[in-house]
């Protein structure tokens, strides 16, 4: 497996732990550093001089243990090494950008983790790194059968999102409890119960305590997100399934003829009367049965 690095993470990983150095009282080691990279303003050449920072921060990222740390992590995941054709670690701006992915095409499977420059001076780096590189032995391995694209036939886009984001919970539960990350239970356990909120507390238990014990494969995972018991409560401010809006004014089952039902499920094949829309939608649908949604749903 090579190992790949973006150089702007690099430079900003290295420069950070050598500011780091000088304040523990290393200043040493930091001026050392910062005096080689001084001496490479003075290339005139931009292109040698781009190729003189990436190899002295590869250096660096090397002699200060960073490399080492990346390494021994992926060394818990064997699957990664056997097949992963490349690592390549890039930088990410914010947390939301933060994870691991795999890139597959004829003859290689590229993995590709991107993460902050101050992620690796945090305390929670091996434990975060850890999770991203399960997920990734998950995606190899051939037991776990994993699929990347998730699909519900006829369902609109926000349900849609709801089905990717119930899915990516469980995995995230499953992976946890693997690993023992008991510092991360509170926290599975609230997305946990936000992402399947219509579940009885005592299922939403049941179901929680299982798949941190256990590890379903993709199949199962999507089975459980695709439940028709986990829809969405229609909570004061959520999204309508319909126009996508949020709304305080929810239109249920009781509150909607059959002619309304029927031309709803005209273009939104997998709702159903118990998914409730908002009020707009509720008269608009009323009105008449259109041969397309309204323009304010386009």
Request: with cysteine; proline share 5%; hydrophobic share 40%.
């Amino acid at each position: 497996m090579q190992l790949r690095y973006d150089g702007h993470l690099l430079e900003s990983v290295v420069f950070l732990e050598a500011r780091r150095l000088e304040q523990s009282g290393q200043a040493a080691l930091a001026g050392r550093y910062h005096a080689q990279r001084s001496t490479l303003y003075e290339l005139a050449d931009p292109d040698q001089r781009s190729d003189g920072f990436f190899k002295l921060h590869v250096q660096w990222f090397r002699e200060l243990g960073l490399e080492a740390r990346v390494l021994a992590t992926a060394k818990e995941f064997p699957l990664i090494e056997e097949r992963a054709t490349s690592l390549m670690l890039r930088k990410a701006l914010a947390k939301k950008e933060e994870g691991a992915e795999l890139f597959v095409r004829p003859g290689a499977k590229n993995v590709v983790v991107a993460l902050r420059s101050e992620r690796f001076l945090e305390d929670g780096f091996e434990p975060f790194l850890r999770h991203e590189f399960c997920h990734v032995a998950d995606m190899l391995d051939d037991a776990f059968g994993y699929e990347p694209r998730i699909e519900l036939a006829g369902a609109p886009p926000t349900e849609l999102a709801l089905l990717r984001d119930r899915y990516r919970v469980l995995w995230d539960i499953t992976i946890a409890g693997r690993l023992k990350q008991e510092a991360e239970r509170a926290a599975c356990w609230s997305e946990f119960t936000r992402a399947f909120s219509t579940l009885p507390e005592e299922r939403q238990r049941e179901l929680f305590d299982r798949l941190w014990r256990e590890r379903p494969a993709h199949a199962g995972l999507l089975d459980i997100a695709k439940s028709s018991h986990t829809r969405a409560a229609r909570t004061p401010g959520g999204a309508c399934p319909l126009c996508k809006f949020p709304t305080f004014d929810w239109a249920g089952a009781d509150g909607l003829g059959s002619g309304a039902v029927a031309a709803i499920q005209e273009h939104f094949p997998n709702w159903r009367p118990e998914d409730g829309c908002c009020g707009r939608c509720a008269e608009l649908y009323a009105m008449s049965k259109m041969a397309q949604p309204p323009t304010l749903f386009v």
